[in-house]
């Protein structure tokens, strides 16, 4: 029995159209739905199901047959299925159980992977006690979700070789199964994050000092829109330029005022800016700046905590240059001029000593 594939987007469809030769075209974005009907079961005691594989009465969508188990709790099946066809670029970020059942109580679902159990056992696929029509209905029940991957790590390629399936343990005294039906959804995920400095703690009004920010995207997706923000310091006047990593793009520059910037960034790519601002002369206090990036809608961001990065520096004035001279003169008229540097009020500088000739 062949099973169907079906396929929804998701979240904002981001669509984009393109008119060729009078047809309209739609690409949709990445998030979306991938629904698989049951291709193959198998059960933990044939006596304990009627029919029992190899019958194909619970493959395939519903059909008004079933396969009942009326035995003491605890007997399981468990299905496969075939490939999703999952694009490259879209990441599983929910999986979820439909059955298309009749049980008298809840009972427990797992994941499976390549035939081993993984990730957490779920004990809420709900009841569906619906009387004997229950055959001939296409009422369906299910757990998990678009948010829930059951506790593993599943990727994309997992489904699409046809290696997840689920195991229904029965909780209950009879159970009836028409069909069931595994649905993985997706969507894009990187991790953006952001590192700042300029390598000071002190800078003098009327300097200059240059910070380097750099977004990375440590993956797993690539990530196409997201924006680089930074909001300089009203006593700070900046100039910045940007430089990405080969595959990646953002605005070269140079451009003058605050960091507002929209970039592209393949996995593992950069996107490195070069802030240059001039110190007010009558700056003060601390300079503090933040450089932030966000994700484009439709794109998790599974570590939020490194999507932003602080650097502070303390203005100083830096004060004229004061000197004063010691004199030291021996018996024999001899002596030496020791001459001390002040820079700055709280930094007492190096002396330099100069020997005196008398005459």
Partial sequence: MFAKARISTLLSLAVTTLALGGWLIAAPAF?????????????NNNADWTPSPPSTNPLGGPND????????TGSWAEFTFPGFGIPAGETVTGIEVRVNYRASTDNT????????????????????????????????VGTGGSGDLWGT?????????????FRITQNAP????????????????????????????????????????????????DVTGATVTDTFPADLTCTWTC??????????????GDLSDTVDLLNGGTATYSAVCDVAAN???????????????????????????????????????????????????????FVRSQRRPHHVGAGTAETLQSG
């Fill in 31 to 43: 998030a979306g739905t991938y629904t698989q009907n049951a291709s193959g079961w198998s059960v």
């Fill in 65 to 72: 047959l079933c396969t009942g188990a009326s035995t003491p």
């Fill in 109 to 140: 679902v797992q994941l499976t992977n390549g035939g081993s159990l993984v990730g957490t056992a779920k004990t809420d696929l709900p009841d569906a006690f619906i009387g004997a029509s229950f055959c001939s209905s296409t009422f369906y």
């Fill in 153 to 165: 790590s599943l990727t994309t390629a997992d489904f699409n070789a046809g290696n997840v399936g």
């Fill in 174 to 221: 009879t159970v009836d199964i028409d069909a069931v039906e595994l649905i993985a959804y997706t969507g894009v995920e990187a991790d953006l994050g952001v590192t700042k400095s300029d390598g000071l703690t002190v800078v003098n009004q009327g300097a200059s000092l240059t910070y380097t920010i750099t977004v990375t995207n440590h993956g797993p997706d």
């Fill in 243 to 256: 430089a990405a990593s080969a595959g990646s793009s953002c605005t070269a520059g140079p451009v003058a």
């Fill in 283 to 337: 700056a003060s206090g601390t300079l503090s700046n933040t450089a932030s990036v966000a994700v484009p809608s439709g794109v998790t961001d599974p570590v939020p905590g490194n999507d932003s990065a602080t650097d502070n520096d303390t203005a100083v004035n830096e004060a004229p240059v004061a000197q004063c001279q010691d004199v030291n003169v021996d018996a024999n008229g001899r002596g030496q001029r």
